[in-house]
């Protein structure tokens, strides 16, 4: 490993560590993680019930676990760019030897792993006692799980360019919360895509969402090495043009800060 | 006992004349903010209109029922959100100690630190609130009035849960964040169709998360109104709410200075 990745590495291993002895952060978003998972386990039970399909529940609590393991997972990246760039505190930051960004990133997917893994672990144990048996095979498991895990990494860096937009906004909150909303619905991550208009899915499919989120998340019930094929592309080509948009919005900001000093 | 209550009056009027003008100083902003609200509540509306659209109804419930919960619920939120939204950084203030602040003015600690945080998006949800009562089919002025006064029972509730999650932080550090969750999981709970909890689930639903008292009282008392049903929803919400300013005030005695100097 050269000097400089080794230098990520640190700032990821002590956001990991941070993120794991804060127990109250973990233990809340696993609470909530559960409480979803029961509620969205009645809904379907009861729809289940109605229309006579029983395990109809399996399919779409493993589907929502692994949903919202990616978006759950994910921390307030965005939060924390955005007060830098309105504070000025990265002014501080950016004359060091390492990127501002990659540092924020870094720290970023630190407590993302610490969360996907303690939300995977805890949730697939929950999502097994609510259903008793998954739609997928237990040997695909290992391979949905790390698929997961990356659209998870790209959803955080994702929403760690949605904090650049500070640059252009006073407060991000609300747009990240679109942007969330957004991928609840062009991603599927509640209910699959499948159950939407045929118009719908069409547009889905030319936005980041779709392939992010529910390409990948797809494969808990259509577990393909098509379909993982597919999703591992598409992903690349998206975080493709996200890493263009961060390095033009990155550049400006460093412009704007060479010029107020942050 | 008049003269005081005209006295909070005249100072919640101006404390929120305060939130309108900050949030208002860049005016774009606000708009785009209160904009991207409504495309947020409507996109989480389109998800369970496609639901509906494929399995007709759920347990007795349809979608106007579902329009009826997304009214009441959108409106209870905007109440809590733009008028006392402090008592979400209620942890925050424990936490550093700024709550000095709020102890030492003349007026009502509780008061104070509930209306001390307003967020202006939150327009956008009574812009979907009251959309989402005309979608419903169940329009009527009867039914006009008692939406209003069940959302703001709603809202009653939405507070007082709120409160008494944020009160953890008198007993336990860094509680911001778990508390953010307790309060998502009982949105969650509350943005169900109520017909799904039946049984136990439904007592779970009406007590220790009481998202009961935001969906399943209001929503029957539009539908087909009955005095027992909004007497279960006064009790609730004004129970709910004199638990939690008790679960305050007990915190408030186990807490200690953060020694912090300033003035409010």
């Given at each position: 490993m050269t000097d400089a990745w080794r230098k990520y590495a640190a700032f990821f291993m002590i956001s990991f560590k941070q993120s794991w002895l804060?127990?109250?952060?973990?233990?809340?978003?696993?609470?909530?993680?559960?409480?979803?998972?029961?509620?969205?386990?009645?809904?379907?039970?009861?729809?289940?019930?109605?229309?006579?399909?029983?395990?109809?529940?399996?399919?779409?609590?493993?589907?929502?676990?692994?949903?919202?393991?990616?978006?759950?997972?994910?921390?307030?990246?965005?939060?924390?760019?955005?007060?830098?760039?309105?504070?000025?505190?990265?002014?501080?930051?950016?004359?060091?030897?390492?990127?501002?960004?990659?540092?924020?990133?870094?720290?970023?997917?630190?407590?993302?792993?610490?969360?996907?893994?303690?939300?995977?672990?805890?949730?697939?144990?929950?999502?097994?006692?609510?259903?008793?048996?998954?739609?997928?095979?237990?040997?695909?498991?290992?391979?949905?799980?790390?698929?997961?895990?990356?659209?998870?990494?790209?959803?955080?860096?994702?929403?760690?360019?949605?904090?650049?937009?500070?640059?252009?906004?006073?407060?991000?909150?609300?747009?990240?919360?679109?942007?969330?909303?957004?991928?609840?619905?062009?991603?599927?991550?509640?209910?699959?895509?499948?159950?939407?208009?045929?118009?719908?899915?069409?547009?889905?499919?030319?936005?980041?969402?779709?392939?992010?989120?529910?390409?990948?998340?797809?494969?808990?019930?259509?577990?393909?090495?098509q379909n993982l094929g597919e999703a591992c592309l598409l992903n690349f080509l998206w975080t493709s043009g996200i890493v263009a948009f961060i390095a033009y919005a990155y550049r400006k900001l460093n412009r704007r800060v060479n010029v107020y000093g942050g | 006992m008049g003269a005081k209550f005209v006295s909070f009056c005249r100072l919640f009027l101006l404390i929120q004349k305060n939130h309108a003008k900050t949030a208002f100083l860049s005016k774009s902003d606000a708009f785009v903010n209160v904009l991207m609200m409504v495309v947020n509540n409507f996109s989480f509306i389109f998800m369970w209109w496609v639901i509906f659209e494929n399995k007709g109804s759920i347990n007795g419930w349809s979608f106007g029922e579902m329009a009826l919960l997304f009214a009441v619920m959108n409106n209870a939120f905007a109440f809590f959100a733009l008028f006392a939204r402090g008592s979400q950084t209620l942890p925050e203030y424990i936490g550093n100690g700024s709550l000095d602040n709020f102890l030492t003015t003349p007026r009502n600690t509780l008061f104070m630190i509930s209306v001390s945080e307003s967020t202006v998006a939150n327009w956008g949800d009574f812009i979907t609130g009251f959309a989402m009562f005309f979608l419903s089919g169940y329009v009527s002025w009867n039914s006009f009035l008692l939406m209003l006064l069940s959302s703001f029972c709603a809202a009653i509730v939405t507070y007082a849960f709120r409160l008494m999650v944020s009160c953890l932080a008198f007993w336990a550090e860094d509680t911001q964040r778990l508390g953010d969750n307790i309060f998502m999981a009982f949105l969650t709970f509350a943005g169900q169709p109520a017909s799904i909890f039946t049984g136990w689930y439904k007592i779970l639903f009406l007590t220790v998360i009481p998202s009961g008292f935001i969906s399943l009282y209001p929503v029957e008392i539009i539908k087909n109104f009955s005095w027992s049903a909004l007497g279960w929803l006064l009790l609730g919400s004004f129970g709910f709410l004199f638990l939690s300013i008790k679960v305050f005030k007990f915190g408030l005695r186990r807490y200690t200075s953060g020694n912090r100097f300033g003035i409010r």
């Open positions: 804060n127990k109250g952060n973990l233990s809340g978003g696993l609470l909530f993680l559960i409480i979803l998972l029961f509620t969205y386990n009645r809904l379907w039970e009861v729809i289940g019930l109605e229309q006579d399909q029983i395990g109809l529940n399996a399919t779409f609590v493993w589907y929502l676990l692994f949903a919202e393991m990616i978006i759950l997972s994910a921390p307030r990246s965005e939060r924390i760019l955005a007060d830098d760039v309105k504070s000025g505190t990265m002014a501080y930051y950016i004359n060091k030897p390492v990127s501002f960004f990659l540092m924020r990133y870094a720290e970023a997917l630190g407590a993302m792993t610490v969360s996907y893994l303690s939300m995977g672990t805890l949730g697939s144990l929950a999502a097994l006692l609510l259903t008793e048996k998954p739609p997928f095979l237990w040997w695909q498991y290992p391979f949905i799980f790390i698929a997961c895990g990356i659209s998870s990494a790209i959803n955080t860096l994702l929403y760690t360019a949605i904090g650049l937009s500070a640059l252009w906004l006073e407060n991000i909150r609300t747009l990240s919360m679109a942007v969330q909303r957004l991928a609840f619905i062009f991603g599927g991550a509640i209910f699959p895509l499948t159950i939407y208009p045929e118009w719908f899915v069409d547009i889905a499919q030319w936005t980041p969402f779709y392939a992010v989120y529910y390409l990948t998340i797809r494969l808990v019930y259509d577990f393909s090495w | -």
